[in-house]
């Protein structure tokens, strides 16, 4: 691996709008990596930005002169920005060189690199990457024969951008599912594929009480199924939002599940990186099920880290948002936030609607408060977990040491928690929620369930034909699991 270019450059910031120095070093490897000081020989510190240049964009922009030839604004300089597919959004990042030569020979150098590593790449071997990031063994396929047309659709439970999701019973057997239905042409448009392989790679692979759990997954010609179980007692968002704050013994219990289950997924090698009280479901008997692992990372034991922005404003740790790499810490920050919120009912730190900079600022920097709750103050071991978890520098983080859940288990907040009776179910809950039959989906919006329950057909817009199409799902592997 040899570097192809390397120099000072002043980046700006992706949230906090600052330019500031780095040292690129653009390698042969594919990656664009940024230093806060120019790396010597034996040194440990890694870098603070890595980016893949490939699935990039690169366009240079020139600085607006006046009549004299000098830039109409101080500090403007020759500069290019990078945009990045990363999840569903489109990531732009901005540079400055000094002069409009050291500019232009960052472009070409990294438009060549590309070019080198796009005829590197053929279809097969992009085939091969692809399978190889998912630890189902590509050999040896798991059989499924189970068809859409094993499924008697019944209910639409949620609608998003992928697809949707709806309750449906199995026809040979009676049993009620809750089927996530995923449209081809839409993930290859949003550049989703390698995440929505990780997702049936975590879901085939992994299996806990308090995660909902894959019963099969299969494809269409046009869709991706995964079937799930029907899980109906709401989301804890609702249900804190009917009664304003749960307080410190309910939201014990939903931290102790939420905590087992995030160490459980750590064992695996596996970071969740959404954690919020949207993704927490309640089942008919109150215990909490984690849901939706699309934005999940694999091959994340301790010391791993990568640096993919992804996650919900609100809840995004710090070192998400300073652009450095992280790691599995990311998820006791979630958990603190969740926390946080359940006891009090407010979330940690806020801004106005829409105001990212603020939230995010905030989210650096604020003092961490606590508001009293019912006229009374949170208690003192309440306090020192939320201060433990929602801890800035992620290697100081409760959870973030090699103990991982060990370590948060251990605090005193829980310390009335039998966790072997938990890991049973055997702990009651503190709140049952009204199930009133196996197919009661009034615990779901009604927006939803009143639509018609149909696979939505292809727009037919795509832009890959059939052949490309299926060699992109080539890599989906059937699951069924017993």
């Known amino acids: 691996m040899s570097i192809v270019k390397e120099g000072w450059l002043t980046k700006k910031g992706e949230f906090i709008q600052t330019w500031r120095p780095r040292w690129f070093i653009l390698k042969s490897d594919g990656t664009f990596r940024g230093y806060k000081a120019k790396p010597m020989e034996g040194d440990t510190e890694g870098p603070i930005n890595v980016f893949e240049v ?92 189970i068809t859409i047309n094993d499924f008697e659709m019944l209910k639409v439970l949620g609608r998003g951008t992928f697809g949707k999701v709806m309750m449906a019973r199995e026809t040979k057997t009676g049993q009620i599912y809750a089927i996530k239905v995923l449209k081809k042409e839409t993930i290859l448009e949003k550049g989703e594929l390698v995440h929505t392989l990780t997702e049936n790679s975590v879901l085939a692979r992994c299996s806990h009480p308090f995660l909902t759990s894959l019963k099969y997954s299969f494809q269409t010609e046009h869709h991706l199924c995964f079937v799930m179980e029907y899980v109906n007692g709401g989301e804890l968002f609702s249900h804190l939002r009917k009664s304003k704050y749960f307080g410190e013994d309910r939201a014990r219990f939903y931290a102790a599940e939420i905590g087992m289950a ?60 300073e652009e450095t790499e992280y790691g599995r810490a990311v998820d006791w920050w979630g958990l603190g936030i969740v926390l ?80 072997k009776k938990l890991a049973r179910r055997e702990v009651p809950p503190p709140f049952v929620p009204v199930v009133k039959s196996d197919t009661d989906v009034s615990n779901f919006d009604t927006f939803f369930t009143k639509e018609e329950a149909r696979l939505t057909p292809p727009s037919g817009s795509g832009a890959l034909g059939t052949e490309e199409r299926d060699e992109s799902f080539e890599s989906f592997e059937s699951v069924a699991k017993h």
């Open 54 to 145: 490939q699935n990039s964009n690169i366009h240079g922009f020139d600085p607006k002169l006046d009549a004299k030839g000098s830039p109409t604004k101080k500090g403007d300089r020759y500069g290019f920005t990078v945009k990045f597919m990363q999840l569903t959004r489109i990531i732009e990042r901005s540079f400055n060189a000094e002069t409009k030569e050291e500019r232009d020979d960052w472009v070409r150098a990294y438009k060549e690199l590309q070019g080198r590593l796009d005829s590197q790449l053929s279809k097969e071997s992009l085939v091969e990457r692809t399978r190889a990031m998912s630890f189902i063994d590509p050999k040896k396929p798991l059989p499924c024969d």
């Open 262 to 321: 995030l160490s459980y997924l750590h064992e695996q090698g596996v970071v969740y990186r959404d954690l919020k009280l949207e993704n927490l479901l309640l089942d008919k008997d109150g215990h909490v099920k984690i849901t939706d692992f699309g934005l999940s990372k694999e091959e994340m034991s301790y010391g791993a880290t990568t640096t993919t922005f992804c996650g919900t404003p609100e809840y995004l740790a710090p070192e998400v948002l």
């Open 340 to 419: 946080y919120e359940m006891i009090s009912g407010k979330l940690p730190f806020t801004a106005p609607p829409n105001d990212w900079d603020r939230l995010f600022q905030n989210i650096l920097t604020a003092p961490l408060k606590f508001p009293m709750v019912n006229d009374k103050p949170m208690s003192d071991a309440a306090r020192d977990l939320l201060t433990k978890l929602i801890e800035r520098d992620p290697k100081k983080r409760l959870g973030g040491g090699p103990g991982d859940g060990q370590e948060v288990m251990q605090h005193p907040f829980f310390a009335g928690i039998d966790w």
